[in-house]
T-cell receptor
């Protein structure tokens, strides 16, 4: 079956602009996770959803970052007033339920803020 | 909070050499432990996992044993291949990291023929 997909694969934006990153989880997976991976580092947790609700958003760095999952499937990570320090690979993962089973990762969106 | 520390890389080995990548963790409670691998140009994949103390996870010739007394989960392989060249990440879930994964910084492995 299809894995986790993320769009776009690459995004270049200017400082101060707004961006949206999309994640399509594996069908039937109720839990969805967002991570951010800077060059040479391991992924860092941002937020995860169980169904439509954000179960843990403790990793969001500030209020410029926001994520939604309105129908419990596709999720969008939204970044306002982008800064150069936001440049990273944004990874999405899904699992059957939060805390259960393997997390399957998408290929990531590489965000570059110029 | 929970954290994971991996040995610094990069690690360079000849084919058929023995591999160890050290991983230690700090966590409250009883986390599950994982090794993920990222091959060049590919996404993160689960390599192996262990969910309780003394469990051994294994896959593709790789092994790691959950050692609660030393809070470690070292990755080993008896004979590496060129195709094992990748970035390896140790991670934990559970404890105060319920649901989410906490990753180490990653170790780059390069295997030469």
């Amino acid at each position: 079956g299809a894995g986790v997909s993320q769009t776009p694969s690459n995004k270049v934006t200017e400082k101060g602009k707004y961006v949206e990153l999309r994640c399509d989880p594996i069908s039937g997976h109720t839990a969805l996770y967002w991570y951010r991976q800077s060059l040479g580092q391991g992924p860092e947790f941002l937020i995860y959803f169980q169904g439509t609700g954000a179960a843990d958003d403790s990793g969001l760095p500030n209020d410029r970052f926001f994520a939604v999952r309105p129908e419990g499937s596709v999720s969008t990570l939204k970044i306002q007033r982008t800064e150069r320090g936001d440049s990273a690979v944004y990874l999405c993962a899904s699992s059957l339920n939060a805390g259960e089973g393997e997390q399957y990762f998408g290929p990531g969106t590489r965000l570059t803020v110029t | 909070g929970d954290s994971v520390t991996q040995m610094e890389g990069p690690v360079t080995l000849s084919e058929e050499a023995f591999l160890t990548i050290n991983c230690t963790y700090t966590a409250t409670g009883y986390p599950s432990l994982f090794w993920y691998v990222q091959y060049p140009g590919e996404g993160l994949q689960l390599l192996l996992k262990a969910t309780k103390a003394d469990d051994k996870g294994s896959n593709k010739g790789f092994e790691a044993t959950y050692r609660k007394e030393t809070t470690s989960f070292h990755l080993e392989k008896g004979s590496v291949q060129v195709s094992d060249s990748a970035v390896y990440f140790c991670a934990l879930s559970g404890g105060t990291s319920y649901g989410k994964l906490t990753f180490g910084q990653g170790t780059i492995l390069t295997v030469h023929p």
